[in-house]
């Protein structure tokens, strides 16, 4: 948490030049160019017209690309800066879906979506960085383009969804939803739950106090709840990646990084101790499949893969506090 908190190593996207403007805009063409591509080599044999339409946005990202350097090669000369989203503070990390076996629609609407939804904010906001009359018309064209990419999203084979076709809004708000509830409540609810496994097991098996358990359970979750906010909000304020309001996500990670700490505290509230303990475990158990699942639903992690990060690595942790309070 503390890492993610100084984000090291990385720029303030408000300090770069026009060079590393541009460099950085090249880079992110070419990577989204691929993706599309990688995305309509997966869907071709089930949905051939939407791959033609990925297809043709990643045409589309590589004419983008060739504006930017031809315009970079113009005022900077031809050696790019090498410089990527990863190096500048406030972009969204981004899970490599377009490298799972099998991806639904649905799952692409929503990463296109996010793509293109970046892309259009990353454009406006340099294009406010520049004092380049030629840079900054560039940048606002390339917005506006960006911003019809992420409008073809929606009419990606809407007769595929396994769903009845929503309205515009309402993927709308579906989307902002996931972006600044869904996720940093999730990476919440994770760290909550598996952080204070260890602290809060350890306690109750090294003291078979019930009462100092739960008072250790809660303060490492309030704590945890108290850290995961504050990174939250910290890591980016929303205006490249279109997350929303980071007091909304800090609230959302904060609130549910305590929910996930204190559901396996509160059965300590129970002065006997092993009734206490077999209800906190089984509490942990469904803590745990329940990450699973909410992984694989709004996270686009399959299923088994998220059993594996979460309730195997979740159980050996849980395991690690019972040797440890036992030692």
């Known amino acids: 948490m503390i890492s993610r908190f100084f984000e090291a190593n990385k720029r303030d996207f408000s300090s770069l030049n026009e060079a590393e403007i541009l460099s950085l805009a090249i880079s992110a063409e070419e990577e989204d160019g691929r993706i599309y591509l990688a995305y309509a080599d997966k869907i071709k044999k089930d949905y051939p017209s939407s791959a033609k339409i990925f297809e043709e946005m990643a045409k589309e990202e590589e004419e983008h690309k060739n504006r930017l350097f031809a315009l970079y090669k113009k005022r900077f000369g031809n050696r790019l800066i090498p410089i990527r989203r990863e190096n500048v503070r406030g972009f969204l990390t ?12 649905d799952i692409i609407r929503q990463q296109v979506w996010e793509m293109e939804e970046g892309a259009y904010r990353f454009y406006l906001e340099a294009a406010k960085l520049t004092t380049d009359i030629d840079i900054r018309k560039l940048l606002g064209d390339l917005a506006l383009e960006e911003k ?3 409008k073809l999203a929606d009419d990606l084979e809407q007769k595929h ?3 009845k076709a929503k ?3 309402e993927l709308q708000k579906h989307r902002q939803f996931v972006l600044t509830y869904v996720q940093p409540g999730l990476a919440g609810l994770m760290d909550g739950s598996v952080s204070t496994l260890a602290p809060v097991f350890a306690a109750a098996f090294a003291t078979g106090n019930t009462h100092q358990t739960f008072l250790v359970g809660l303060a490492a979750s309030i704590g945890a709840g108290i850290s995961m906010g504050f990174t939250e909000a910290a890591s980016d304020d929303g205006k490249l990646t279109g997350r929303g309001s980071p007091i909304k996500r800090g609230l959302a990670s904060g609130l549910m990084t305590t929910i996930g700490g204190l559901g396996h505290a509160l059965p300590y509230l129970i002065t006997d101790f092993w009734t206490a303990t077999i209800i906190a475990a089984i509490v942990v158990l469904i803590e745990l499949w329940a990450i699973a699942f909410i992984q694989n639903k709004y996270m686009s992690t399959p299923f088994w893969r998220a059993v594996l990060q979460v309730v195997i690595g979740g159980s050996l942790v849980f395991a690690a506090g019972i040797l440890i309070g036992n030692a």
């Not at 981004?94 to 629609?105: A, G, H, T």
């Open 161 to 163: 969804l396994d769903q």
């Open 167 to 169: 309205s515009e809004e």
């Open 148 to 150: 019809h990419h992420a």
């Open 94 to 105: 981004r899970k490599p879906v377009w490298l799972m076996k099998q991806l639904s629609i």
